[in-house]
């Protein structure tokens, strides 16, 4: 019997002064953050726990401490095998004992791996969930485990975005072993996905901890359809921003990834691709660039990210329309974990929707699937806060403004726009509602395209009226129109506009529309990953460049990532404390114990010298 669960239960504030001491200790934290000390506490109470939390919340230190709590081994479930690794190492460089167990490693290393943890030597032990099947038809787990966890739990839920049928079989764990407490962790949030979660493992009257899904480092954005040329340059100039640290381009497609990819290349930048037509080692070693910080922006398919640690994400962009907001919400969430700020930017446009829609209609559970589509388009033409409508979708409400993201920072100058909101609607009246928005734009323009002269648009009577407005604006005109219920999109019938009975009083001028001045983009720099790039110019960036050049050299030399020698977040510290003792050193945020041995030297002489 292992002490959390003897028949004398350790006393709770006894708890929370270990726990406390073990953060400080093995972490260099000085605090729990909010949630996490009730977690650690329910856990070793040998309560079921559910834990629900955004990406970059917190959640591997709800079952790291509790397995250095008890005296037996905590089994960590992961769905990819081939991130175990970075987990492990994670774990190692703070002194924990941890290892895993899977096909990637030789079997008698499995074995000694799991003769270590039997014998209690071994603090942690991560496994899919096939190969716990797998064991568990042979080994008993009673006696040495005092913990399951079982990381990514909305796999387990058909209802979730990511179901893996091998998740399905986890439900066992309870009705084998119900003993041993067992605790889910999920950065999903809907109530759907988290009651089945519950149900499906078999969770005994758990202790359910949801935290505010608020991510406020992420700042948000959203541009209406940018041509292809804006979306490179816009990407381009965020790398630029960031030049040593890392972001992500996801698309629709792998050629959308793949084009991307080469434009970036061309460019000069350090960008490769990821997507599911890559061979396995391809993959992996993409993956292995990204994490070690080796490219400045993967270009990929939602086939990447899930499980990924890395800390210094510092930018996402969708360069479509994600499918639903839980999928964007955890896409853009893998950016800034360290609490850093970070960027995300979404481009959408009409063909997303179309081609999303096509996939719904191809997929099972269409109508909520293609609900949830709606209420994605919705949060893309929204005009208050964007953060505001982001945390109400999943139920939580904001009583304020983020003033981080681009409708607070740059919020709709309105005017009366009843004649452009006319001519367009006229346009679409007189094709007979049988074009889409980009022939209404031209003709409003006076284009003459060879298609447009062919259906005769030219001679329609609202041809060349709107001539004295921009492409890009016209566009915004009639995306809003969309957005206000004045024009309906015909996806089924390749996209052509639609007037609504709003439309029709609108171009009768039975009542006014009100429309928002499209915002100007900040003026187009010429961007080139060639050109020199720019040297630090106060003190503090310059320490802190140093300061990363020096975690880059540590990392190479031991193999394992930058980010998990030490976090910007730490170097951060590092620069604002400027320790030059081993005594100074312990006391910057992320530095324990572990890693103050083995590092305070050569960082404090950095210091030293830099000062
Ligand atoms: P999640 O698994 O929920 O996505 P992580 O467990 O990876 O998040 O934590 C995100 C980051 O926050 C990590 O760098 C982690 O070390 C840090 N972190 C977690 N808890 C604390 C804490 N109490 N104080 C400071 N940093 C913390
Ligand atoms: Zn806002």
């Known amino acids: ?3 959390m669960h003897s028949d004398k239960p350790t006393p709770q504030s006894d708890v929370t002064i270990r726990a406390k001491a073990l953060l400080n200790r093995f972490y260099g934290y000085r605090d729990f953050r909010p949630g996490q000390l009730d977690i650690i506490k329910s856990i070793m109470s040998g309560r079921d726990t559910l834990v629900l939390m955004p990406t970059g919340g917190g959640k591997s230190i709800c079952y ?3 397995a250095m709590l008890g005296e037996g081994c ?5 769905p990819l ?3 175990m690794k970075d987990q492990v190492s994670g774990l190692n460089a703070n002194g924990i004992p941890a290892a895993a167990i899977n096909s990637n490693n030789a079997e008698i290393d499995n074995q000694t791996a799991l003769r270590e943890a039997m014998r209690g030597k071994i603090k942690l032990l991560y496994m899919s969930p096939e190969r716990l ?6 080994v008993d787990f009673r006696g040495w485990v005092d913990l399951f966890a079982i990381d990514e739990a909305h796999c387990i839920s058909q209802w979730g975005h990511d179901f893996r049928p091998e998740y399905a079989a986890l439900g066992l764990i309870k009705n084998r072993m119900g003993k041993i407490p067992v605790m889910a962790l999920t950065a999903t949030a809907d109530k759907l996905t988290r009651d089945d979660i519950v149900r499906q493992l078999s969770l005994a009257d758990p202790y359910i901890y949801i935290s505010s899904f608020d991510r406020p480092n992420l700042s948000l954005r959203v541009m209406a359809s940018p041509p292809k040329k804006q979306k490179i340059a816009y990407i381009s100039r965020l790398i630029d921003r960031y030049p040593d640290d890392s972001g992500i381009v996801y698309t629709l497609s792998r050629k959308g990834a793949e084009t991307v990819n080469a434009e970036l290349q061309l460019k000069g930048y350090k960008s490769i691709v990821y997507h599911a037509g890559l061979s396995a080692s391809e993959r992996d070693r993409a993956q292995e660039m990204f994490i070690n910080g080796e490219v400045q922006a993967v270009c990929a398919t939602v086939a990447f990210g899930m499980g990924i640690d890395k800390s210094n994400i510092r930018w996402v962009v969708h360069y479509n329309m994600p499918r639903n907001i839980e999928s964007y919400y955890q896409e853009i969430g893998r950016a800034g974990r360290d609490g850093l700020k970070a960027e995300t930017t979404l481009f959408y446009s009409y063909a997303d929707v179309a081609t999303l829609q096509s996939f719904i209609n191809e997929s099972g559970q269409q109508e909520i699937n293609s609900e949830k589509l709606k209420r994605m388009m919705d949060y893309c033409e929204s005009q208050i806060c964007r953060r505001r409508m982001l945390l109400s979708y999943f139920n939580e409400v904001l009583d304020h403004d983020c003033h981080n993201c681009d409708v607070c920072l740059s919020p709709p100058d309105r005017f009366d726009g009843t004649v452009p909101a006319q001519m367009a609607l006229s346009a679409i009246v007189r094709t007979g509602e049988k074009a889409g928005k980009q022939m209404i734009i031209d003709i409003l323009r006076g284009s003459a395209r060879a298609e447009l002269i062919k259906l005769q648009y030219d001679k329609l009577k609202t041809y060349g009226v709107g ?3 921009s492409f890009a604006e016209w566009s915004e005109y009639v995306s809003q129109l969309i957005q206000l219920g004045a024009i309906d999109i015909a996806y089924d019938e390749s996209n052509h506009l639609k007037l609504t009975t709003y439309g029709q009083k609108i171009l009768k001028s039975e009542v006014k529309v009100m429309l928002a001045r499209p915002h100007k983009e900040p003026g187009e720099k010429k961007s080139s990953a060639k050109k020199k790039k720019a ?3 106060n003190p503090a960036e310059k320490l802190f460049s140093e300061l990363k050049s020096l975690r880059k050299e540590i990392a190479t030399r031991e193999g394992i990532p930058p980010y998990l020698v030490f976090t910007d977040k730490t170097l951060m510290d590092m620069v604002k404390r400027r320790p030059v003792t081993m005594n100074e050193f312990i006391q910057v945020e992320g530095v324990g114990e572990r890693k103050c041995v083995k590092y305070w ?4 002489s950095l210091i030293k010298n830099f000062i």
């Open 1 to 3: 019997m292992t002490t």
């Open 64 to 66: 790291q401490i509790p």
């Open 74 to 78: 905590t089994i960590v479930v992961s």
């Open 81 to 83: 095998i081939s991130l």
């Open 133 to 138: 099947m797998l064991e568990m038809e042979h």
């Open 467 to 469: 001539r004295m407005i």
């Open 535 to 537: 040297e630090p110019v």
């Open 601 to 604: 030297a050569p960082f404090t």
